[in-house]
């Protein structure tokens, strides 16, 4: 059985990706405001399974905008990619003392590890 230890929304704008809220076991742990020009949000969701001890990452829509074209999301896409950068998608940690940090860093000593 798996269970969701952190979210976290980007939203795809005409700037690029932006980092969004951050959600850890369910309950808000950082709250950004969401850009007034997004088209798209993603979700990333990282959970622990029972059948592996990594954390591991997926990705789902979250929102997409009804008043936006699909070719100009997919401009976009080809601008900035289809998931933000891997540099942004933990650039919000702070504070090395938080349970959020301290399960991130193990995340990525875990990823480190399978390179």
């Avoid at 952190?6 to 850009?35: M, S």
Wanted: charged share 25%; glycine share 6%.
């Amino acid at each position: 059985m798996a269970y969701v230890e952190w979210e976290h929304d980007y939203h795809l704008t005409a700037r690029g990706w932006v980092t969004g809220n951050v959600y850890f076991k369910g309950t808000l742990a950082k709250n950004l405001p969401i850009p007034i020009d997004r088209v798209l949000t993603m979700v990333q969701e990282n959970f622990n399974s029972s059948s592996s001890p990594l954390l591991q990452t997926s990705w789902r829509q979250g929102w997409l905008s009804s008043g936006c074209s699909l070719e100009k999301i997919e401009r976009l896409f080809l601008k900035f990619g289809r998931r933000p950068p891997e540099e942004i998608t933990f650039r919000w940690l702070r504070g090395p003392e938080s349970e959020l940090n301290r399960a991130n860093i193990v995340c990525i000593q875990e990823a480190d590890q399978l390179v």
